[in-house]
């Protein structure tokens, strides 16, 4: 009979069939696999290495050199025939040419797959300063609105203006109509008025 611990252990290398293929582990679970970013960036280091007019400098000379010495050094120490064409020179070359072209559009992809992040990165800064914008907008006339309800200072002013007349006015008039009854203008509770 099996023990617990070796059930879950077999169980743990088995692929989970409820995971995504992407979620499991690596057919060797044991061996770390090669980063494909460290792939990656060998390849783009290539791709920009071969753009560069370093490497068509290197590369005429490497086949000036090549044609140079099959044709002017002695028979016995040439490799490749000027009668032939520079057949193992045009098979270097194609060689060179059948890694370079893959290598470059490895890089390539990498590259259209950073601007694809760049762009939809952009694209979500988009939508959150118009949302921002948006709201900043809303906040804007809100405040406006509620400034437009607001007392001004001019109309406190005039309103205080307003009741300083009104106030002088009484005076001059002698009436004030807010002064508290005298106590013995007040009828008291005890006594009656007949």
Request: net charge positive.
């Amino acid at each position: 009979m099996a023990r617990p611990t070796e059930s879950r252990a077999r169980e743990s290398r088995a692929p989970r069939l409820d995971a995504p293929k992407g979620l499991r582990s690596s057919l060797l679970p044991g061996r770390n696999r090669v980063s494909r970013d460290r792939f990656g960036r060998f390849t783009e280091g290539i791709a920009r290495a071969m753009g560069t007019p370093w490497f068509l400098l290197g590369l005429t000379l490497f086949c000036i050199a090549w044609i140079a010495f099959n044709s002017m050094a002695p028979d016995r120490f040439r490799f490749d025939s000027a009668a032939f064409g520079f057949t193992a020179l045009t098979l270097v070359l194609s060689l060179q040419a059948s890694y370079a072209a893959p290598l470059i559009l490895l890089a390539q992809n990498r590259q259209d797959d950073r601007e694809r992040v760049q762009i939809e990165q952009d694209r979500q800064r988009s939508e959150r300063n118009l949302a921002d914008t948006e709201y900043l907008a809303r906040e804007v006339v809100a405040l406006r609105l509620l400034v437009r309800d607001m007392a001004s200072k001019d109309f406190i002013r005039a309103e205080l203006r307003a009741l300083l007349e009104d106030l002088e006015k009484r005076d001059v008039d002698g009436v004030d109509d807010r002064a508290p009854e005298r106590p013995a203008d007040r009828p008291s509770k005890g006594s009656r008025s007949a």
